[in-house]
Nanobody
Framework: EVQLQASGGGLVQAGGSLRLSCAASGFSFDDYAVGWFRQAPGKEREGVSCLTSSDGLTYDGDSVKGRFTISSDNAKNTVYLQMNSLKPEDTAVYYC???????????????????WGQGTQVTVSS
């Protein structure tokens, strides 16, 4: 069974850090792009970061550049999102997703992603 499990969310003060994890089972990230998205109440889902596992290339959204870092541990079939200098506007449910074959092709188009995790809540207090 193909599954993505997102975890690591929580409550943190502004300026703090969190690391989200996205663990895959039933398939390998090696052939996919892995994206992190977020959705705040009343807002559309927003692409945050994307990583192409095969070549390690990453893309970050403008709102998180310099603060968030996406990375992977291929041996664990897990992708991480290190979030530093968090702001209240980063508050959202964060989702990970896998799309074929790479970030250049799938970008942040929701419909281009084949598998989605269940989401993890990140709340940043001011």
């Amino acid at each position: 069974e193909v599954q993505l499990q997102a975890s690591g969310g929580g409550l943190v003060q502004a300026g703090g850090s969190l690391r989200l994890s996205c663990a895959a089972s039933g398939f390998s990230f090696d052939d996919y792009a892995v994206g992190w998205f977020r959705q705040a109440p009343g807002k559309e889902r927003e692409g945050v970061s994307c990583l192409t596992s095969s070549d390690g290339l990453t893309y970050d959204g403008d709102s998180v550049k310099g603060r968030f870092t996406i990375s992977s541990d291929n041996a664990k079939n897990t992708v991480y999102l290190q979030m530093n200098s968090l702001k209240p506007e980063d508050t959202a449910v964060y989702y990970c997703a896998a799309g074929f074959p790479n970030c250049t092709v799938v970008g942040y188009q929701n419909t281009a992603y084949d598998y989605w995790g269940q989401g993890t809540q990140v709340t940043v207090s001011s």
